[in-house]
């Protein structure tokens, strides 16, 4: 017998208001400042700084991170780690990726240009479920109080914008910290979230928190403004069918969208679909945020940054939540898959 789905957070934790909830499905994405307090940030970033600082060097695999999508994949064997087993099966540890042009060229074995706490990427995929401070920016757990009253914790705010996004069951995947190293964090390329985390059909949502103020220069978010309603998903980063260990890009002909926007026919392009539409820079608009703002981002709709090329990082918290209520399937060949026995993290729980 399937187990009960918890029940969400009742009405009185507040989420999303309607005005936030029409703009969400207008465009595709919501920023909300100052969602995290001052303190939440400077106790994420003090932990980020200590996960980076004690992570034994000696025996990593100098793993870099990047998406395989761009010209230098072709090319450069570092940029098809995509694939390798530290990355595949990262799902429920805590792990450490370096950025491509982290490493001095020709050089074996390979060395870092800069301190290894100066070199990484990100770090991921299962900080919601190993480090508390992370699980606490996730996770409802038991309501603390205050001399003022209750107060109503960042996780059960998550689990009431889910409820107010219309999830039954929602479930937590990929939480990651997001470096963007001065000068050589890496640019993102335009992408959708339900590209990597397919459900079918579609659910995925991702909460993209800046621990550090995101700016021009130095890897802002780029969001095409309504492109979810219609850009249906035509491609997937997969495993690799041949079982060699890697990871692909396929294209993908079946459901789309996501189930509250069947029925568009055309992308954000105004083209049908199977057609290509290549984004251009001026399709983005670039969100200049502060600490402690959330960004929610629909898993259709197209986002980017671009590569940072200031003299300061850009710390982000992100993590997606996909839908695990009868009537949507994770796919079994996305890259990302549960250890056996093992279910991706409820958000809604008995404490709020």
Avoid at 235 to 259: I, M, N, S, Y
Wanted: hydrophobic content about 35%.
């Amino acid at each position: 017998m399937p187990a009960a789905i918890p029940s969400p957070p009742p009405s009185s934790i507040p989420g999303l208001t309607p005005a936030q909830l029409t703009s969400f499905r207008e465009n595709g994405y919501l920023v909300i400042p100052n969602y995290l307090s001052a303190s939440e940030v400077t106790s994420l970033l003090q932990t980020t700084h200590t996960l980076l600082e004690n992570f034994p060097l000696e025996s990593h695999p100098l793993t870099c991170f990047t998406t395989g999508d761009d010209d230098e994949a072709e090319s450069n064997n570092k940029a098809k780690h995509i694939g390798d087993q530290y990355f595949l099966t990262s799902g429920n540890k805590i792990r450490f990726f370096f950025e491509p042009d982290a490493f001095l060229p020709n050089t074996n074995p390979p060395e870092l240009k800069k301190s290894k706490s100066l070199s990484i990427n990100k770090i991921g995929h299962a900080l919601h479920v190993l480090s508390p401070p992370f699980a606490q920016a996730t996770i409802p757990t038991s309501t603390p109080t205050t001399t003022t009253g209750t107060h109503i914790s960042t996780g059960s705010r998550n689990a009431a914008i889910a409820r107010d996004l219309g999830f039954r069951d929602p479930r937590v995947l990929q939480s990651m910290v997001i470096c963007k190293q001065p000068c050589i964090g890496a640019a993102v390329h335009p992408h959708k979230d339900s590209e990597f985390l397919y459900t079918d059909p579609p659910s995925a949502v991702g909460w993209w928190v800046a621990l550090q103020d995101a700016v021009v220069g130095n890897g802002a978010l780029g969001v095409w403004k309504g492109s979810h309603r219609s850009g249906c998903i035509q491609r997937r980063l997969v495993r690799c069918a041949a079982g060699d260990g890697g990871t692909e890009f396929v294209e993908w002909d079946g459901p789309g969208l996501a189930a509250e926007l069947v029925g568009d026919g055309q992308d954000a392009g105004g083209n049908e679909k199977g057609e290509v539409y290549t984004p251009r820079d001026e399709d983005f608009e670039l969100l200049e945020v502060k600490a402690g703002s959330l960004v929610l981002i629909h898993g259709n709709v197209l986002h980017q940054s671009e590569k940072n090329t200031s003299d300061r990082s850009r710390f982000a918290y992100t993590f997606h939540v996909i839908e695990g209520a009868e009537g949507w399937r994770y796919d079994e060949r996305n890259w990302l898959q549960p250890e056996p026995g093992e279910g991706f993290t409820r958000l809604f729980g008995e404490v709020y």
